[in-house]
């Protein structure tokens, strides 16, 4: 018991030092942009003020607390988060094909949005804590982009050492970073406690009323303070659901509530200091300690984004809609612990170009939203189709529940696409490019499938036809392919160039199930055709690593003892050709042909032996 509760303290720990960090730095713009940036500032009086921190409350309660900690947590897919988990378990729910594409489009544009996302939450968040240096003395103001640029450039290159050592390197920072929020919002609130009443959701209610036009357009920056919460979700899996809710409840909204409590009474007492309320909680001399705090606080919120950018990439590479990248495991413990090299590197360029082109947390704030709430709003979709068929909700409860969830994220929503032609477009714009590469790949690998099999023939067939009149060699033979019942393309090329079969011909196929994982016992089925013919199937979870001379090791296949020394893998090399007047337009055949021919070895994603692959080419017109 001990040690299983030392492990919880441990993940724990390092959740805060992953997951919380995005959240965990809203207060450093949030109450900022709502009363003094934007276009539609909320005027600064006492019963604003009282009625913003009622609606930041509350907005925490029901979005954060109940939707995504108490409620959406619960829609895993065995342990792993995310949009992604969340799409394979609608498509196993629903067998209307036509539904379930239409869901499927849904999920992929809230993973394009997630991306955006995960560009403009590190831009933004270490630009406003490096920002208080202009507090220190206004003289700093011309270092603030450029040291924000260091400390972003540093934080993806020590990506590669992992999530678990970077999250427990940062764990007591984050547990030092909502002690000190917790311990200014106190302060201030034990001097103008009157700021308690906003616990009252009367006070929101009001607000709108009174304000109703204002108050819509304050939603569009109070979003700020709700920001991560999807990926608190996404990186649910690289430490389960228990040490990611006891961090949020213990520390994380506690130190949340009393700080942004606390600038409200700040505010009260003083409305200049508007100017940074964050930064002038404390006296002069400590403000310098506190952006050194800060800093390294944002460096931890830029880490949870990154993190589930990572988990929802390897998700769409073993569903099928982003083509084969390296993918490291970081973890020998935590299986949904990954690093993804060339999502790493092509985040660092985006949000090093989106720092250098705002130059500050305010401009960066009218395009910071949108990306956000729509996946939120995708996401309680999603999980409203989870609950009622596989859950067995009635369909009252999932509109009470989910319809309450939803009319909240489609409020802010609609309230961020007021922001659309101040910055807004970026994620969108972002999101949609993203949006076309998945379906792009999706859509070409499945008109590719199409072709090979329209050129080839059943493998039975080939079985029967070929009988003993080729030659045999000593050794195995592996073909993969993507459909057993079919004739690889490789085999036919073997046979024709060395005239000859090998003793033991293994068909292999690799499929990804509507799982994160499955057991190494269970992940491969044989089948025998004849003496010299065998299918294999071999099944991965969509967080698995797809090895398969491991797999097939695990197996402990009786039938079918492999001697590594002894046996080939035939790969097929495809070479695609774009032919006018196949209803493929020219730009989207040439996009997709350009990451076929840039997508990673096969032989490296399945962990084959170099020296025992073999591949063979061909042409396949589109």
């Known amino acids: 018991m001990s040690t299983a509760k030392g492990r919880t303290a441990a993940l724990t720990l390092a959740a805060l030092g992953v997951v919380y960090g995005d959240i965990g730095t809203s207060p450093l713009y949030t109450m900022k942009e709502i009363f003094a940036g934007g276009h539609h500032p909320v005027p600064m009086t006492a019963d604003n003020i009282l009625g913003i921190l009622s609606l930041i409350f509350w907005s925490l309660m029901v979005v954060v607390s109940l939707k995504y900690v108490l409620f959406i947590m619960r829609a895993d897919n065995h342990g792993e988060g995310g949009i992604m988990a969340l799409m394979a378990q609608v498509r196993h729910a629903i067998p209307n094909a036509k539904l379930t594409g239409t869901l499927m489009v849904l999920g992929l544009i809230g993973a394009a949005l997630f991306y955006g996302d995960s560009v403009l939450t590190p831009a933004i968040s270490v630009l406003s804590a490096v920002e208080?240096?202009?507090?220190?003395?206004?003289?700093?103001?011309?270092?603030?982009?450029?040291?924000?640029?260091?400390?972003?450039?540093?934080?993806?290159?020590?990506?590669?050492?992992?999530?678990?050592?970077?999250?427990?390197?940062?764990?007591?920072?984050?547990?030092?970073?909502f002690v000190t929020l917790a311990g200014l919002g106190l302060w201030h609130i034990y001097q103008f406690p009157v700021v308690l009443k906003a616990l009252n959701p009367i006070y929101a209610v009001q607000f709108f009323v009174n304000q109703p036009i204002i108050g819509f357009f304050a939603l569009a920056a109070t979003v700020l303070a709700l920001t991560g919460g999807e990926a608190l979700y996404a990186d649910m899996g690289h430490f389960g659901r228990r040490p990611i809710q006891i961090g949020w409840f213990g520390i994380v909204l506690p130190g949340l509530v009393l700080n942004y409590f606390g600038q409200g009474a700040l505010l009260i007492a003083n409305p200049s200091a508007i100017e940074n309320p964050f930064y002038l909680m404390v006296p002069n001399w400590a403000v310098l300690p506190l952006v050194i705090l800060a800093t390294?606080?944002?460096?931890?919120?830029?880490?949870?984004?990154?993190?589930?950018?990572?988990?929802?990439?390897?998700?769409?590479?073993?569903?099928?809609?982003?083509?084969?990248?390296?993918?490291?495991?970081?973890?020998?413990?935590?299986?949904?612990?990954?690093?993804?090299?060339?999502?790493?590197?092509?985040?660092?360029?985006?949000?090093?170009?989106?720092?250098?082109?705002?130059?500050?947390?305010?401009?960066?704030?009218?395009?910071?939203?949108?990306?956000?709430?729509?996946?939120?709003a995708i996401t309680t979709i999603l999980a409203a189709v989870v609950v009622r068929k596989l859950w067995g909700w009635s369909r009252a409860k999932v509109a009470v529940v989910a319809g309450l969830f939803l009319l909240v994220d489609m409020a802010y929503f609609s309230a961020n696409l007021t922001k659309m032609f101040q910055g807004g477009w970026f994620p969108l714009a972002l999101g949609l490019v993203i949006f076309v590469v998945m379906t792009t790949w999706f859509k070409g690998r499945a008109l590719l499938n199409q072709h090979r099999e329209s050129d080839t023939m059943p493998l039975i067939s080939f079985v029967e036809s070929i009988g003993e009149a080729a030659p045999t060699v000593s050794g195995t033979a592996v073909f993969m392919t993507s459909n057993p019942d079919r004739t690889p393309?490789?085999?036919?090329?073997?046979?024709?160039?060395?005239?000859?079969?090998?003793?033991?011909?293994?068909?292999?196929?690799?499929?990804?199930?509507?799982?994160?994982?499955?057991?190494?016992?269970?992940?491969?089925?044989?089948?025998?055709?004849?003496?010299?013919?065998?299918?294999?199937?071999?099944?991965?979870?969509?967080?698995?690593?797809?090895?398969l001379p491991q797999a097939l090791a695990t197996a402990g296949l009786k039938e079918l003892m492999l001697d590594e020394m002894d046996t080939s893998f035939f790969l097929g090399r495809e070479t695609l050709v774009k032919q006018v007047g196949m209803g493929w337009r020219s730009w989207r055949a040439k996009l997709f042909m350009g990451m076929f021919r840039n997508a990673g070895s096969a032989a490296d994603y399945f962990g084959l032996p170099p020296n025992r692959v073999v591949e063979l080419g061909s042409q396949i017109v589109l």
């Open 132 to 177: 208080g240096l202009g507090i220190v003395s206004s003289s700093l103001d011309r270092y603030i982009v450029p040291i924000a640029l260091v400390i972003l450039v540093s934080l993806f290159v020590v990506q590669k050492y992992g999530t678990a050592k970077v999250g427990m390197f940062f764990g007591p920072i984050i547990i030092a970073w």
């Open 296 to 376: 390294m606080a944002t460096i931890i919120a830029s880490q949870a984004v990154i993190s589930g950018a990572y988990s929802v990439t390897q998700q769409a590479i073993q569903l099928g809609y982003l083509p084969r990248m390296n993918i490291l495991h970081t973890s020998s413990q935590e299986a949904g612990q990954v690093y993804v090299p060339a999502i790493n590197w092509s985040l660092m360029v985006a949000v090093a170009i989106l720092v250098v082109s705002f130059r500050s947390s305010s401009s960066l704030a009218a395009a910071y939203g949108i990306a956000v709430t729509g996946t939120m």
């Open 489 to 547: 393309h490789a085999l036919l090329h073997s046979l024709k160039h060395y005239k000859s079969l090998h003793e033991r011909v293994i068909i292999m196929t690799v499929d990804t199930v509507d799982a994160p994982y499955v057991p190494p016992e269970s992940c491969v089925h044989v089948k025998r055709i004849n003496d010299q013919f065998w299918q294999v199937r071999v099944s991965f979870g969509f967080m698995d690593q797809p090895l």
